[in-house]
DNA sequence: ACCTGAACACCGTTCAAGT
DNA sequence: ACCTGAACACCGTTCAAGT
């Protein structure tokens, strides 16, 4: 008769796979799961998902772009020194990679063939590093140079996550030596 | 009557195991799929592994393995400059990442609770570049500074084998000025 | 002592039938 | 137009029975 109407929603469904990677791994990110979550049953995840795969790029598309809206707001202002401005994007990034580490561990994973819109999300996140690194070491070096610092940054947190940092010692002063050693070096380096 | 030989090894599946995992990415490695590979059939495998995520932790440690043995071989002669020891050794650890780009990613993976056997051996690998740290910073800034160049190298390679540079440029240049600007920096921050 | 077929539980996915 | 029960394929895992 009257068609019914939704009982859920895309976002919805990628806010409870988002909850579950994070509460459990990617394991527990079972379609029963997601959608026990929202209040449906599993068929009726394929009217807004294609299959799985595609909810986990979209979930990493969710993290890339809720990154964007937190480095943006990191960036500080353009008269302050380029230096503290790069350091407060690291930080907000590691304080970011905390707070969803599983979805941070996804951001720059290799997801098969054809899933670029995590990256691109990422590529968009990153911006706010370009036009800082610009600032440091002007505009012909600040691709390179942004490069090099976000490497360090998401190299540090996933190691840091991961737990890979045992052998004792402050794990917050090494980050702190990383990235005031990448800022005053890269900008020697390009002056 | 008599007892039936071997007809597989622990070895052999794990070797298995990790070609799956350069082929087709986890989820290619499947039981049915690693005893096809062995000879045997699918039960078999639990008289030498506990179950498939004891083999993935298997597999994750036998890389962390082999990159000790490459490490240790590129670490160079100690009379040599630190700076280019380090950049051998960057560059060891990036071209094991291009050949073993699956395994590579596992090394910092979240394997789940009770699985430091990757990390261990992961530790084990970093010794070279803890020691040739030493002799650039001297013994007590080694660990932070090693932290640091390990977790540039280790972020590189994998935005670079998820794809993440996208936007142009020369990769090989920035991986080189990431090595050069970090080399130089330390130095200087701990003279 | 190791190997196997058969069986089971679980999960992703499809689809015809309902409203 | 969306939702669901039923069904199917596939995979990890167990176990009794073979040699």
Same mark, same amino acid.
């Given at each position: 008769m009257s068609p019914t109407p939704a009982r859920t929603s895309r976002a919805a469904i990628v806010r409870a796979a988002r909850d579950l990677l994070e509460e459990g791994g990617p394991d527990a990110v079972t379609m029963a799961g997601? /959608? #026990?979550?929202?209040?449906?049953?599993?068929?009726?995840?394929?009217?807004?998902?294609?299959d799985r795969a595609a909810l986990l790029e979209a979930v990493a598309t969710d993290a890339a772009?809720?990154? #964007?809206?937190?480095l943006s707001g990191a960036a500080g202002e353009p008269g302050d020194p380029p230096e503290e401005r790069l350091a407060g994007l690291a930080h907000a990034y590691r304080a970011y990679a905390r707070r969803s580490p599983r979805a941070a561990a996804m951001l720059f994973? =290799?997801?098969g063939p054809g899933t670029h819109a995590p990256?691109?999300?990422?590529?968009? #996140?990153?911006?706010?590093?370009? =036009?800082? #690194? /610009? =600032?440091?070491?002007?505009? =012909? /070096? /600040?691709?390179?140079?942004?490069?090099?610092?976000?490497s360090f940054v998401h190299g540090f947190t996933s190691m840091e996550l991961a737990g890979a940092f045992r052998l004792g010692g402050s794990v917050d002063d090494a980050f702190e030596l990383g990235v005031t050693t990448l800022a005053r070096g890269l900008r020697d380096v390009a002056g």
């Amino acid at each position: 008769m009257s068609p019914t109407p939704a009982r859920t929603s895309r976002a919805a469904i990628v806010r409870a796979a988002r909850d579950l990677l994070e509460e459990g791994g990617p394991d527990a990110v079972t379609m029963a799961g997601v /959608a #026990a979550r929202v209040g449906v049953r599993p068929p009726s995840l394929y009217k807004r998902v294609r299959d799985r795969a595609a909810l986990l790029e979209a979930v990493a598309t969710d993290a890339a772009d809720e990154l #964007a809206t937190v480095l943006s707001g990191a960036a500080g202002e353009p008269g302050d020194p380029p230096e503290e401005r790069l350091a407060g994007l690291a930080h907000a990034y590691r304080a970011y990679a905390r707070r969803s580490p599983r979805a941070a561990a996804m951001l720059f994973m =290799d997801l098969g063939p054809g899933t670029h819109a995590p990256l691109e999300a990422a590529a968009r #996140a990153a911006r706010p590093v370009v =036009d800082v #690194a /610009a =600032d440091l070491v002007g505009p =012909d /070096a /600040a691709l390179p140079a942004a490069r090099v610092l976000t490497s360090f940054v998401h190299g540090f947190t996933s190691m840091e996550l991961a737990g890979a940092f045992r052998l004792g010692g402050s794990v917050d002063d090494a980050f702190e030596l990383g990235v005031t050693t990448l800022a005053r070096g890269l900008r020697d380096v390009a002056g």
